[in-house]
C-alpha cells in the first residue's frame, strides 16, 4: 500500500491552475524524485500532501487518510533552510525535536559525535544537513520528504548524505525528494518530471533517457557554427570545444550549418537535455 | 591568456581560505571552479575579480572595466526594475549613447527578458534573476566573465537558456569562469578545478581528469569493507587502487563524478596517520 497516493490532484489559485491532474503515489522502500521547473507545482502538490494547502479537486490518501495535522506525526520533512536552531548545539537541536515528538534521544552518528557541543551556526553546511537528517528521521517517521537534500555540499559528502537517505529507505520508509540536479536525481528509485502543473514523465533517470539525444557538432570555426545554430534551434551549448543541439536530428542540423565545414555525430541527452526536449514536447 | 593566477595564497583570520591555488584561461575558455561549503571557490572568484587582495602569488586579469561579476547572490537590484538595472550597470562601466542602446536590446532580446523590462527585479523569478544578473555583468561586453554558483536555484530550463547564453558569451571570445557544487556541471568546461578547504584537489581537462583516475572504478552490488564505495543510483562504485577488483565487480566506465570522488577518498587517506590506511 502507498504512504501517499495522489489521484487527479488539481489546485487552483484564482484563475491560475497550478497543479492540473497530477497523480503520483510513494510506496514504502523507495525513493521518489520529483522533478519539475520553478512554479510547475512542485512545492504546491508537497503542501497539499501534508494538508497545509487544499486540494481543488482530486483525492489525496496520506497514511491511508486525509492529510492532516495528525498523519505528520509519521511524516519527516527536511526543507530547504533545514529547520535548525541556530543557536542550539548539535545536541540540543536534537533533544529538542525528540521531546517535541516524545521519543527517546536518538544517538548522534559517529560524524556528528565530535561536534556535540557545536552551535548548529557554527557547523559547516555538509554536518547541518546530516543533523536535520537526523532530526527529521529521529520519531522514525513512514514517509520522508526532503527538498535538495545535498544542495550546496561537495561531491564526496554527497555521497555520503546519500547512504543516510538510503538507509532509510533500506528501512522501509518511503521518501519523495524534490531536486534540480542529475546527481540526486540518479540516486533515486524513480523520478516524475512535472511541468507546467502536470506529470509530463515518469520512471528511473535511464528510462526517462531513452529516445533523447543532441547532435554534437565539432567545428574549425566554432564561432561561425555557434551563431548558425544559435539562430535556428534553442537550447544549443558549447561542451568544451563541442556544439551541442539537443533534440534536433543529425540532418537538421547539417542543413542549418550550411557550407561551413563540421564534425557532427549523434549522443544520448544529458538530464538538462532529457528537459528541453520533455518541454518542448508538452 | 586572458587571465591566470599562480600559487595564489588567501589568508584571512589566522585561516588559510586559499593554498597555492593555479587557474588560468583563455579567449573563448570556460573554467569550472567545484567544491562543497567551505572549500575556497567564492574566495578564489573574489580575488579574481579584484575584490580580495591575497597574501602571496601572482594575478594576472583584464583591467577592472573589462571583466563581469555575477556574485551568488546575483547582485541586481530587487527595487529597480529590470530596464533599471541593466541602465545602472551600464552607467557604473561608462558606457553611454547609441551603443549602450542597443546592447541593451540585443541583451534583453537574448535572454527573453523584453517584456519584462519594466518589472521590478525582485518580483522576478529566479531563473528571470539569474538572467538579468548574467546581461548586467554582459552589458560592456567584458572579457572575462565570473559566476558564482549561477545556476543555484535554476531548474533544468532556466539552466539551459543560462548555458545557451554563456556559450554565445565564449564563441564571442570572453573567457568565463563559474563556481559550482555540481561536479556534473563541470563536464561542459575546458578545464576543471576542484577545491578542498583551499586546496587544489583535481586541475585539469575534464576527459584527462578520468583519464588520469588512479587504479580503477567498478560497480558493486553493496558496500564492501575492503575498498571505499560511493552510492551512484541503485549500484555502487568502488575504487580499486591496486590489486584485482572482487569477483562481483563489473566493469564501468567512470564519468567526472566518479574521477573527482576518487581523488577526494585518496586525498582522504593520504592525510589519515599510517595504521589507518
Not at chain 1, 40 to 64: F, H, P, Q, W, Y
Not at chain 1, 77 to 85: A, E, I
Not at chain 2, 95 to 101: F, N, Q, T, V
Not at chain 2, 105 to 110: K, S, T, V
Request: charge should be negative; proline fraction near 6%; include cysteine.
Amino acid at each position: 500500500m502507498s504512504l501517499l497516493a495522489i489521484r487527479e490532484l488539481v489546485v487552483r489559485f484564482g484563475s491560475t491552475t497550478a497543479v492540473d491532474r497530477v497523480s503520483l503515489d510513494v510506496a514504502p522502500g523507495e525513493i521518489v524524485g520529483l522533478i519539475g521547473a520553478n512554479g510547475a507545482g512542485k512545492t504546491t502538490t508537497l503542501r497539499v500532501a501534508l494538508g497545509i494547502e487544499r486540494a481543488t479537486s482530486g483525492d489525496v490518501d496520506l497514511l491511508g487518510d486525509l492529510p492532516a495535522h495528525q498523519r505528520r506525526r509519521a511524516v519527516g520533512y527536511v526543507p530547504q533552510s533545514l529547520g535548525l536552531w541556530q543557536d542550539l548545539t548539535v545536541a540540543q537541536n536534537l533533544a529538542f525535536v525528540a521531546a517535541a515528538f516524545g521519543v527517546a534521544e536518538p544517538r548522534l552518528p559517529a560524524s556528528l559525535a565530535g561536534s556535540a557541543r557545536v552551535a548548529v551556526a557554527d557547523l559547516p553546511l555538509g554536518q547541518r544537513r546530516r543533523l536535520a537528517f537526523e532530526a527529521a528521521l529521529c520519531h522514525a517517521p513512514r514517509l520522508l520528504i526532503l527538498d535538495e537534500p545535498t544542495s550546496g555540499v561537495g561531491p564526496l559528502e554527497r555521497s555520503e548524505l546519500w547512504d543516510r537517505i538510503a538507509e532509510a529507505r533500506d528501512a522501509g520508509a518511503g521518501l519523495l525528494v524534490t531536486t534540480h540536479h542529475l546527481s540526486e536525481a540518479e540516486q533515486c528509485d524513480r523520478v516524475i518530471i512535472l511541468l507546467a502543473g502536470q506529470v509530463a514523465a515518469a520512471g528511473t533517470i535511464e528510462d526517462l533517457r531513452t529516445g533523447h539525444h543532441a547532435t554534437v557538432v565539432r567545428a574549425a570555426d566554432r564561432t561561425t557554427a555557434l551563431r548558425r545554430l544559435d539562430t535556428a534551434f534553442p537550447a544549443v551549448s558549447l561542451a568544451g570545444h563541442d556544439i551541442r543541439v539537443p533534440g534536433a536530428p543529425l540532418a537538421t542540423v547539417a542543413t542549418a550549418l550550411g557550407d561551413l565545414a563540421a564534425e557532427l555525430d549523434t549522443a544520448p541527452a544529458t538530464f538538462d537535455e532529457v528537459f528541453v526536449g520533455l518541454a518542448r514536447q508538452t | 591568456m586572458t587571465f591566470s593566477l599562480e600559487a595564489v595564497v588567501v589568508r584571512r583570520h589566522a585561516r588559510t581560505d586559499l593554498d597555492h591555488v593555479d587557474l588560468a584561461g583563455r579567449a573563448g575558455s570556460l573554467s569550472a571552479v567545484v567544491g562543497g561549503d567551505g572549500a575556497g571557490k567564492t574566495t578564489l572568484l573574489r580575488t579574481l575579480v579584484g575584490a580580495l587582495t591575497p597574501s602571496a602569488g601572482q594575478i594576472t586579469t583584464p583591467a577592472r572595466e573589462r571583466i563581469g561579476y555575477v556574485p551568488a547572490s546575483s547582485g541586481v537590484y530587487p527595487d529597480l526594475s529590470v530596464a533599471e538595472n541593466l541602465r545602472f550597470s551600464a552607467a557604473a562601466f561608462g558606457s553611454r549613447g547609441e551603443g549602450r542602446d542597443m546592447r541593451t536590446r540585443e541583451l534583453l532580446a537574448a535572454t527573453g527578458l523584453t517584456d519584462a523590462r519594466d518589472r521590478l527585479a525582485g518580483n522576478l523569478s529566479g531563473g528571470m534573476r539569474q538572467k538579468l544578473a548574467f546581461a548586467c555583468a554582459m552589458l560592456h561586453a567584458p572579457d572575462l566573465l565570473v559566476m558564482d554558483e549561477p545556476t543555484t536555484g535554476l531548474d533544468p530550463m532556466s539552466r539551459s537558456e543560462l548555458w545557451r547564453l554563456v556559450s554565445i558569451a565564449l564563441g564571442s571570445g570572453t573567457a568565463a569562469v563559474f563556481a559550482t557544487t555540481y561536479v556534473e556541471e563541470a563536464a561542459r568546461a575546458d578545464h576543471v578545478l576542484v577545491l578542498d578547504r583551499g586546496r587544489t584537489l583535481v586541475s585539469d581537462a575534464p576527459a584527462q581528469v578520468i583519464r588520469d583516475l588512479p587504479g580503477q572504478v567498478v560497480s558493486l552490488p553493496g558496500a564492501t569493507p575492503e575498498h571505499p564505495s560511493w552510492r551512484r543510483g541503485r549500484v555502487r562504485h568502488a575504487w580499486i587502487a591496486t590489486g584485482p577488483p572482487p569477483s562481483e565487480a563489473r566493469a564501468v566506465e567512470p564519468d567526472l563524478e566518479d574521477a573527482v570522488i576518487v581523488k577526494a577518498l585518496a586525498a582522504r587517506m593520504a592525510s589519515l596517520p599510517e595504521p589507518l590506511r
